[in-house]
């Protein structure tokens, strides 16, 4: 079977590569994915200053998924121009950087930067990140969001990306589909992890972790529904201008299936790349390739947007 698919002009050998954030910090675990059956290799988000790790504990694994308070550790963006051109030149890899805003002023400077001194393929501007004290992340804050793309927008010359948290009511995903639709956005990786959610230890009559003020961000199983119900709302407005990219609750080639007969064009794989490690793109798609062609399908085209409806 053909696993090759392409996002915006970006030739990709196969559908599933990592997301921003497990294991894709420093070059080593960069290199990691290199070697790796991953078709991209998506870089940490970075921000204009190095940051550091959030206090432990920042990480918990729950029955149905995990909660996490990383604070977005990363080494400058600066460390990312010069990684990306260490990895694009040992291999032919599409290299992908993703920007973060903590400031007003940064994401100008970080895609005019990438844009001018690095050789990455793409770049996600990641909208669902943390942001000025007292205001709610910026792809909450549609006039900040307007504003934003409205100074990005012909800073680099390839289709700008955006990472979108979920939204949990229709007006706001039609307020973000029509800025969207003003602006040189091909693509959009739906969605974040959900923010503001709180688990106790009842035995311990304690909170599990300790960043910002214990409230973060959940995954996997508990936002399925929440993660669907974003991604077919996007598709329904905005089928004709973007493609979508879905990250979340990926663990087996069902959830890659699934995802590509909805109408993705690739999967990136977050928690489950951090349990599994390397293997698991390799096991993914060595399960997805088998269930495939059982099918009788000879390339990712003919199953993509494929889903019946009734
Ligand atoms: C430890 C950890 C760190 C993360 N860091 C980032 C990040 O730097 N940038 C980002 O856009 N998303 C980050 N995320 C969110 C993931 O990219 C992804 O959207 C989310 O984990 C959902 O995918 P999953 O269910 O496969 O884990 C992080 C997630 C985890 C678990």
């Not at 698919?5 to 994915?33: H, M, Q, R, Y």
């Not at 998924?65 to 963006?77: E, V």
């Not at 973060?100 to 393929?121: A, M, N």
Request: glycine share 2%; charged share 25%.
């Amino acid at each position: 079977m053909n696993l090759e698919t392409t996002i915006w002009g970006v030739k990709l050998e196969n559908p599933v590569f990592n997301a921003s954030g497990p294991d894709c910090t420093t070059l080593e675990e960069l290199e990691w994915l290199q070697k790796s059956s991953s078709s991209a290799i998506m870089m940490k988000s970075c921000s204009i200053e190095p940051r550091e790790w959030n206090p432990e504990p920042r990480y918990f694994e729950l029955e149905l998924g995990s909660i996490n308070s990383m604070w977005l550790p990363n080494l400058g963006y600066k460390k990312y121009i010069e990684f990306s051109k260490t990895l694009k030149q040992n291999s032919k890899k599409p290299v992908i950087a993703s920007v973060v805003w903590l400031h007003r002023e940064d994401f100008p400077i970080l895609v005019k930067t990438f844009q001018e001194d690095s050789i990455v393929d793409l770049i996600e501007v990641n909208l669902s990140c943390p942001n000025v004290a007292g205001k709610p992340q910026i792809a909450y804050d549609f006039e900040m969001s307007d504003k934003i793309l409205s100074q990005i927008n012909n800073l680099w010359n390839k289709p700008i990306w955006l990472k979108l948290p979920p939204y949990f009511d229709f007006v706001h995903t039609e307020q973000m589909a029509k800025i969207i639709s003003k602006y040189n956005i091909s693509f959009i990786t739906c969605i974040n992890s959900v923010w503001n959610t709180l688990f106790i230890d009842p035995e311990k009559e304690q909170v599990v972790i300790k960043p910002k003020w214990w409230f973060w961000g959940l995954g996997w199983d508990y936002v399925k529904p929440i993660a669907l119900a974003n991604v077919r709302k996007f598709y329904e407005l905005l089928w004709d201008k973007v493609d979508i990219i879905w990250v979340w609750w990926i663990k087996t080639w069902i959830d890659v299936f699934e995802f590509i007969l909805a109408w993705a064009s690739a999967v990136q794989l977050g928690t489950i790349y951090s349990k599994e490690w390397k293997d698991c793109f390799e096991r993914i798609l060595k399960e997805f390739e088998e269930y495939a062609s059982k099918k009788w399908y000879k390339s990712i085209e003919e199953i993509r947007g494929k889903l019946k409806v009734l």
